[in-house]
């Protein structure tokens, strides 16, 4: 009887809403960045107020090759959503591998770079405040990376064994832009520790 | 829109499992739930348990405090009490209990059957709600100062370098700082589905021009903690590596800053204050219309007013910190920046009072904490403005005078319109009325004790009495004070019972409710109460901001005189 | 067109469990490592039990509808008191909030005038004024001699016309919320209202925006502007056309017409 009324002469006009994934991802991508400005600030706030070594200038080198690899990788995982929206399954799953190896690059690099750190270095997280900061704000956005490469992994299991479709590419989408999210606070990351910070 | 046949052989094959116990059987149903009604339910049941614990720290304070030279509770204890009272208050009840609010009346007010993520919803909650119990596990596991059960016992603003290992020993501070990340992740995941929400989960006609306010003022409001939390996720972030690593951020003996937790905190702490008041208002814009018998005034320019809130809070964070000495640049701009809030506070107050005005106002028990939130909210606002000015705030920061006013916000304001909307939205949540008789009482009790306690605690601040001091001398002249501010909480506490006791007697035996008691306007009054588990059995279609004043006056529909 | 089923999503425990296992995590942290164990391991579990809820589809249960539809209609309209049910109509014209805005800044221009009289009778200089008030912005202004104020500085007008211009729209626009509330005398309101308004915000904020102001401030001359601003402002008030609100449509047409007197019969309810 009331639905009568609610339905009564209402002329029937496409009724689009925005999508929930995408959505939640940006208010998800907000509250990230939130927590990244603070590590930003409390990075820069705190450049030369060490008060013992090592400094930036002595230890940091410009981390230009994983860059290079973290930056493309945005490109490939784009590729592979537009080509399961196409379903062109097998280009997906070649591009999702082309990023995660891209992306595991990265990480290798910085495990590399932290080694050299620690040990020839070495600068820990307790040393002084370049490591406390240093190692705080580039350990986030790595452990951030880590959390994509694992999705992306799924991502691609299923996608070589056939369970992601092109239904899925949505979701895909949503994922991917995290991972544009990731490289992007790596452009940050890169211009204040390893530019401005140097 | 489902299709018939192959749904039923699903329903039959699930039926015929062993009956278990009645009592697990709720206990299941409620553990497993994904639906935003119970999930509400849930995060306003615990907020309220919460705020009972938090009341009765309160209240021991209140009794320790009353007389000068009282040895009720041990300076330790006290630090404890207060800790534990302030962050119980903010992260275990005003965040749960507005967002379970939101949680129930949304999808309802939109038109949808759920929220826009279900199971992170629930995940939300009930990482929140561990995060309570972790925060009161540590009375006993929290091995403190002197080796024994202990609670954090830093402040909850936990100013470094109090919070460092050197003066914190034990783990009681990482209880507080592990408890109130918990609580951070539960309102990020809310926040988000919330905004979500209202944005992807309207139904055909829902326009973001017809959204009604209170929608409005969460999407608002969970923007803001969006944005807000991260900052002291960030914060608790380093203190956790500074405690548990060996990190400098707040160690001033390795350069590092403690004014700089000051600023990450208070980014947080002040919008914080917003984040909990906005749903206040939002509740405001629902009732008070309600019961004036009148639309709202000025729809676009109380959204637009929100707004402005939400971005000049952002600004405003270090007028707790005048006292630190931030330089004459940074206190003007952050006195001028406090004093503009004032103007799109000011531009709500003005509608809600237009709002009033030519109305036919029903006094229900509901419009009552409604009107005494509009006036109790003034006055607190206005010993806003009067902190704002630093050089004021130099004398009074610390002081009872500062405790006074943000209690007059958080409870004068906040708490009185969350009374209000227990009120207004019982019957829809239960399907059973609250006692207006009870109700009154309840009223007149809490405004008396209200105002006994927080007039007259502005007194003793002026004169000096410093907050967090545990007893003082009786030479001081604040004893008096003292005795009004403490006989007050007798009052308030009896209130609260006979709230307590209304809503327990109300639902086994409150008069039945109906679908739609107050002859409201917006869409959760078009389903039954307390509403079934999917809502609407037809996904409502509307015209206008009062979709039931359209049906209801079909002859006069608002849906004439919007554009 | 609806059957008796719906689709919601269904009940589901993993997201409890996830939460449990990060909460244990966390409490291992603060008492014993096994604790963390079990967290982890509960952690894994919930996040592995969640994703198959939603992935590859999401999992759904068939809900019977029980209740039959709820009418919607209003007992007042049906109890006999006719006019409560009527729709209210209360203010059927109004000001715009932005003509608060605009007489704000006309009034802002005008409140120069008797500054500048002030300025030239006082200090044989047409800047003094706005040096003194852009003195608040410069902490090295502070003890600037009479002098100095007098000359002209490009940063003081830059100064003065942000603080001057941002007060004015402020105060114009909260002027512009209060004018529903009495929108029959603007001139009087403003001329009154936006003076208070405006002398009362400084005159508490004045010793710590700018100490300077504070001690040089000659509270008549001061008073003079205020009233040109309020003046003004509520002169420019007066011009914008008053709006109908949506409500001026509910009334009857021979009303809208004026052929009824200016009062709405429901208006003295």
New interface residues.
């Given amino acids: 009887m009331s639905e009568a009324v609610f339905i009564s002469d209402v002329p029937v006009e496409p009724w689009v809403l925005p999508s929930r994934g995408v959505v939640g991802m940006a208010c998800l991508i907000c509250a990230e960045a939130a927590i990244f400005i603070i590590f930003v600030v409390a990075y820069i706030y705190y450049i030369g107020k060490s008060i013992s070594g090592p400094t930036p200038h002595d230890v940091l080198e410009l981390p230009v090759l994983t860059t290079i690899c973290l930056l493309s990788s945005s490109f490939t995982v784009h590729l592979a959503v537009v080509n399961l929206e196409r379903s062109k399954r097998a280009l997906c799953s070649l591009w999702l591998a082309g990023t995660v190896l891209l992306g595991a690059i990265f990480l290798a690099g910085t495990a590399m770079e932290w080694n050299d750190l620690i040990y020839r270095h070495g600068l820990t997280i307790r040393t002084n405040l370049f490591g406390t900061t240093f190692y705080s704000l580039v350990g986030l956005h790595a452990s951030h990376v880590v959390i994509g490469l694992l999705m992306l992994s799924l991502a691609l299991i299923f996608s070589l064994n056939g369970s992601m479709t092109h239904m899925h590419a949505a979701k895909l989408n949503v994922l991917s832009l995290y991972w544009h999210f990731v490289d992007a606070v790596w452009v940050v990351v890169f211009l204040v520790v390893y530019v401005l910070g140097r | 829109m489902a299709t018939q046949t192959p749904e039923i052989e699903i329903l039959n094959q699930s039926t015929p499992t062993e009956p278990r116990h009645p009592w697990l059987e709720v206990l299941h149903g409620w553990v497993t739930t994904v639906d935003h009604k119970k999930i509400g339910l849930m995060y306003i049941g615990y907020a309220l348990l919460f705020l009972v614990i938090a009341g009765v720290e309160a209240l021991l304070m209140r009794v320790q405090l009353a007389i000068p030279n009282n040895t009720f509770v041990s300076p330790q204890v006290f630090n404890r009490l207060f800790t534990m009272h302030g962050t119980t208050m903010v992260f275990f009840v005003g965040m749960p209990i507005l967002f379970g609010f939101g949680n129930y009346l949304i999808p309802l007010m939109i038109g949808a059957r759920d929220m826009a993520f279900p199971r992170l919803n629930a995940f939300s909650f009930w990482i929140s709600a561990f995060g309570g119990l972790l925060l009161y596990f540590s009375f006993l596991g929290g091995d403190g100062l002197y080796g024994a059960g202990n609670a954090p016992d830093v402040g909850w603003f936990a100013y470094a370098p109090l919070t460092s290992r050197v003066f914190s020993p034990g783990h009681s501070t990482d209880y507080w700082t592990l408890a109130v990340l918990l609580s951070g992740v539960g309102s990020v995941g809310t926040a988000l589905n919330i905004i979500a929400t209202a944005i992807c989960m309207r139904c055909p006609g829902m326009k973001m021009s017809r959204l009604p306010l209170l929608v409005w003022l969460y999407i608002v409001t969970s923007g803001l903690a969006l944005i807000i939390v991260s900052p002291l996720t960030a914060a608790q972030i380093m203190l956790m590596l500074d405690r548990y690593a060996g990190a400098h951020f707040f160690d001033t003996q390795a350069g590092g800053s403690a004014v700089l937790w000051m600023h990450f905190f208070w980014i947080f702490g002040h919008p914080e204050v917003y984040v909990l008041v906005l749903p206040a208002f939002a509740f405001a814009n629902e009732i008070i219309p309600v019961f004036s018998r009148k639309a709202i005034f000025g729809y676009p320019a109380m959204v637009a007013a929100s707004v402005g809130i939400g971005f000049i809070s952002l600004s405003v964070w270090a007028h707790h910190m005048f006292t630190v000495g931030l330089g004459a640049g940074a206190n003007t701009f952050f006195t001028l920046a406090t004093m503009v809030i004032a103007v799109p506070t000011g531009i709500k107050i003005f509608n809600w009072l237009a709002t009033l005005w030519g109305g036919r106002i029903h006094f229900t028990v509901a419009m009552m904490f409604a009107v005494g939130f509009l006036f109790q909210f003034l006055i607190a606002g206005l010993t806003g403005i009067m902190l704002s000015v630093s050089p004021l705030d130099w004398q009074l920061s610390g002081s009872y005078f500062v405790v006074a006013h943000f209690h007059y916000v958080l409870v004068g304001a906040i708490l009185f319109m969350i009374f209000s909307a227990f009120y207004y939205w019982y019957p829809k949540m239960s399907g059973r009325m609250l006692s207006e008789k009870i109700g009154k009482w309840h009223f007149w009790l809490f405004l008396i004790g209200f105002h006994l306690t927080f007039d007259f605690m502005h007194v003793p601040g002026i004169l000096g009495m410093p907050r967090r001091v545990y007893t003082y001398e009786a030479d001081r002249g604040w004893m008096i004070w003292n005795v009004i501010v403490s006989s007050g909480a007798i009052f308030q506490t009896i209130g609260t019972l006979l709230f307590v006791y209304n809503m327990i007697r109300a639902y086994f035996k409150g008069p039945i409710a109906g679908a739609d008691p107050w002859d409201a306007w917006t869409l959760e009054w078009a389903t039954s109460s307390p509403p079934p588990d999917y809502n609407f059995e037809t996904i409502p279609t509307i015209r206008s901001r009062r979709p039931l004043w359209d049906l209801k006056h079909p002859e006069d529909p608002d849906s004439n005189y919007e554009f | 067109?609806?059957?008796d089923?719906?689709?919601?999503?269904?009940?589901?425990?993993?997201?409890?469990v996830?939460?449990?296992g990060?909460?244990l995590i966390?409490?291992g942290?603060?008492?014993n490592i096994a604790l963390a164990i079990l967290g982890t391991v509960l952690g894994v579990a919930g996040a592995v039990g969640?994703f198959f809820?939603?992935?590859?589809h999401e999992a759904h249960e068939?809900?019977?509808?029980?209740?039959a539809?709820?009418?919607?209609?209003?007992?007042?309209?049906v109890s006999g008191k006719v006019d409560?049910?009527?729709?209210?109509i209360?203010?059927v014209e109004t000001f715009q909030?932005t003509s608060g805005v605009k007489g704000g800044i006309a009034g802002g221009i005008a409140m120069t005038v008797p500054a500048a009289i002030f300025s030239l009778l006082r200090y044989h200089s047409i800047w003094y004024a706005m040096n003194l008030l852009a003195a608040?912005g410069f902490?090295s202004w502070a003890g600037a001699s009479n002098a100095f104020l007098s000359e002209f500085h490009l940063q003081g007008l830059l100064a003065a016309l942000v603080i001057h211009g941002t007060t004015s729209l402020?105060v114009g626009?909260?002027y512009g919320?209060?004018l529903?509330?009495f929108p029959k005398f603007p001139i009087l309101t403003a001329g009154l209202v936006a003076p208070l308004l405006f002398t009362g915000?400084l005159y508490?904020?004045i010793?710590?925006?700018s100490p300077i102001l504070n001690q040089r401030i000659e509270w008549f001359w001061f008073f003079i502007s205020q009233i040109a601003f309020g003046l003004v402002c509520g002169f420019v008030v007066n011009l914008q056309v008053k709006v109908r609100t949506?409500?001026f449509?509910?009334l009857p047409f021979s009303v809208r017409a004026g052929l009824h007197g200016d009062t709405p019969p429901d208006?003295k309810?």
């Fill in positions: 067109m609806h059957d089923h719906l689709k919601l999503p269904s009940p589901t425990a993993w997201p409890m996830m939460a449990l990060i909460t966390f409490a942290m603060v008492t969640w809820q939603v992935l590859p068939e809900v019977v509808v029980r209740a539809a709820v009418p919607v209609s209003s007992p007042r309209a409560v049910g009527v729709r209210k209360i203010p909030i608040g902490l402020l626009l909260l919320a209060m529903p509330m915000i508490s904020a010793g710590v925006v949506p409500q449509r509910a208006f309810q």
